[in-house]
């Protein structure tokens, strides 16, 4: 039972490890994602060309 319970605790440390190392090497690609997307509709915020044909509104 003890040897249970102590292989239980390892994969789960083992796991957090791997989540806490994908999730930092993720983080950066994400932040210069969004900081990419948000500059692209500001541009396209403020470029005014109102490209609507073809376009239906409801």
Known sequence: MFWKIV?????VWIAFALIGAVVKGLFWILAVSAIVFGLYMLFKAMSGSSDTAGKTRL
């Open 7 to 11: 292989g239980i605790v390892a994969l």
